[in-house]
């Protein structure tokens, strides 16, 4: 959707003020496991994930103020009480999270950056995963999502290089039998094109 002026997207922001999380609270999760989607574009994926599992606890990071407002209108109209919205670069967002407070990591059609001198942007990239080292816990893990053969190929040497062991590695998701998959905008779309869509779970 085009937004209008930058004063309604403010306004648009402001009305979802309640979901969101200004800087990393650490009360939010309460005991209950921690689930964090980076790069979580227009929503779909978290809302529906968050509306599934109510004994989970989410928070949605997104760098972009025109589509993180999607992400929240849809968040409010459900009503939930489990998902948190940081709008930013999940590199300072970081900064703030503890050692070993998340469980698991979603990573979703996250951008490709197909030049090499743009390799240290992507979020498969070393430098990245030696944040989820940090932050996740001992046994915690990162679902991974992609259309983008070439990163999913960059992908499969990072995460080992990086002390990960990969499981439920597939080529193919929509025909790999896995069961309770939840498309994300971005996938919707290029499935429909006809293009695999690659997965893999990570851990340390
Ligand atoms: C290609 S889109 C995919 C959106 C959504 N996950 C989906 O599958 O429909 C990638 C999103 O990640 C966001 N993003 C990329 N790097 C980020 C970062 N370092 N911190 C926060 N958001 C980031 C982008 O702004 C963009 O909205």
């Known amino acids: 959707m085009r937004m209008r002026t930058r004063s309604h997207l403010d306004e648009r922001i402001a009305a979802c003020e309640k979901l969101i999380m200004e800087s990393f609270d650490t009360s939010f999760s309460g ?3 921690l689930h964090i989607e980076i790069g979580c574009g227009k929503g779909r994926f978290i809302t529906e994930t968050a509306k ?31 998902l948190k919205f940081m709008r930013g670069n999940f590199q ?21 950056w197909p030049k090499k001198g743009y390799a240290k942007r992507r979020l498969t990239h070393g430098g990245f995963l ?16 992609t259309d ?30 896995f069961e309770g998959n939840i498309m994300t905008e971005y996938e ?3 499935s429909q094109m006809g293009t695999p869509i690659c997965r893999l779970v990570a851990k340390l």
């Open 148 to 177: 983008n053969r070439e990163l999913f190929d960059f992908s499969l040497e990072s995460f080992p290089e990086n002390g990960f062991t990969l499981s439920e590695v597939t080529f193919d998701l929509h025909n790999s039998g």
């Open 188 to 190: 919707e779309r290029f």
């Open 130 to 145: 030696e944040i989820y080292k940090r932050i996740l816990k001992d046994d915690g893990e990162i679902c991974f999502k």
């Open 52 to 82: 599934l599992n109510p004994d989970i606890k989410y928070i949605a990071v997104e760098k972009v103020s025109n589509v993180i407002v999607l992400a929240m209108e849809k968040a409010a109209k459900a009503e939930l009480e489990n």
């Open 31 to 33: 005991g209950m496991p």
């Open 92 to 112: 300072i967002i970081a900064e703030d999270i503890p050692d070993k407070s998340v469980d698991r990591i979603y990573l979703n059609f996250s951008d490709p």
